[in-house]
């Protein structure tokens, strides 16, 4: 459809949601739409920095499936964005289930460098139990409430009869190694514990084949080019939204007035883009009326973690010539725990797993490590030095060098984030499918009398099957533009006369 709509259109939020739903609405005719953006830049969670000459990813950092059916793989394709490797046909057809296979470097908390085919088979059996976890959700039952109680239930069991010949020194260290795998699916998840993520609703993530691939010139360069399509000054930047008022029956040709810090605007329609971890916080004081409760209990069951990076660069590899990733396993961890009990001694424990920048010729020397949960938020309060006193004692421990010293130390701070509040969502323990419905439902709801699609809703936490991804927030985004033209393309001539045409 391309028609001159005049309905006016404000979109909250310059991520990837607000800015796919602008593209799409200006190609289909809408000539009053503007997104209203709290920060001075577009993007939200696709941020990209630098650390020397390095470009690196502060926020989304892959492709997840970049084949045919990811939109995000099909722009980065249209604007040549992406490596000749990520378009061959061969890495599009790779399907891994979300868990794509590294070479794999193991270091221990004695400062020993273990050979990874001894823990091959407690990896292989912790992506068994990961691959496992994804299919209660289609049988319609869940044996265990959450994913982590899952995990070290059937390890415990698997143990008793796969590793009944192994010694109890590697018993012990296979458990470590579950510990370890549990911290980084913390860090995959947005999620302080795999004991908070429902086992039931784990399978509601869906995947997409593709071997993942990453951008070269950073993923800012998807928001950029898209950005580049839209009129200029659409986006008024450093304007935070404070309240949506809705349903406002005096006035009916204007049913939403948002209010800013300076300025009321009008609209005939708003799609609330911020993130779930802004929700959650700032819901009450954002609509009034408020939320209606069942939307308001979705916003509330559905998780949102924190999962920051650190990035360290070495002068000199200290790993395998082919090393794509290292974990660093301690060795009094044999509980099966993916989170520390003193948090302020211990918070680096945490920073579990790091993947390499690759490739080196373009790079250096530079891997990117991930820390989830409140360890993770703990460690942004703390000071640049003191964050890279402890990560730097964290190597000289692990490579048993006492003089390694990393060349640069950098980090995210996401959960500080004023804007945002953490990182990205999740199905926590309680949540269903009906809370993603939930979440995408515009108001007023479908038994309301009052003019419709007054408040819409796009972003990561609103896609019922890729929630936490670009590629997911891209979709909700061209999903509430939809829902805008359909409405206005269901209109007769002459109600659309009458309206805003
Ligand atoms: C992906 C990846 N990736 C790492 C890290 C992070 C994220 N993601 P936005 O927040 O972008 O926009 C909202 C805007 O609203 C923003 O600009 C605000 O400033 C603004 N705003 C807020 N309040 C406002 C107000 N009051 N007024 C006005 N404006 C306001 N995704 O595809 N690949 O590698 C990663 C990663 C550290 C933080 C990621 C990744 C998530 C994406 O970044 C994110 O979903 C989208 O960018 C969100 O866009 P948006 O528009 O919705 O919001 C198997 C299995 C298990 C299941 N889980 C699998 C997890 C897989 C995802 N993993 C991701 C991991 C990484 C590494």
Redesign the pocket.
Known sequence: MSVNVNANVVI????????AAAHRLVNAGFHRVRI????G??????KTGTLGDNIV????????GPSEENP?FRLACKYRLLDPEALAPENQAKDY???PPFVTNIFCSSGRKLNTDDMYQTLEMFAEL?NES?KFESQGGEPLASVGDFVRSEVQQRAAEEWKDVDATTRSLRQCMISNMLKLEC????THSMDEVGLGA?GL?K?LPGL?CTFPGGYEGLVKNVMSELPSGLVTYN????CVHWNNTEKREDPVTIECDEERIVADHVIV???LG?LKK?HSA?FKPPLPLHKLHSVQRLGFGT???IFVEFDEPWWDADCEFIHLVWEDEDGMVDKVTDIQRSWIRKLCAFNLLKPTERYGHVMCGWIAGHESEYMETLSEQEVAHTVTQLFRRFTGNPTITPRRIMR?Q?FHDP??CG??S?TAIGCSEQDLENMMEPLPTKESKSQPLQVLF????THPNY???????LL??WREADRLIAHYSSMSSSELSKSKL
């Open positions: 909250i939020g310059s991520g990837i949601s607000g800015v209203l953006e709290a920060t830049r577009s993007g939200g969670r696709i990813e502060i926020g989304a950092n892959w492709i997840h995000v289930g979300g868990h990961m994804s860090s995959i998840n947005g784990y993530y995947t993942d304007q935070p939204v404070r883009t911020v993130p802004y700032h954002l999962t920051n990076k995210s996401w804007w945002t990182s990205y999740n796009a972003g990561e936490a929630f936490s991804t670009v590629h997911g927030a909700s985004g």
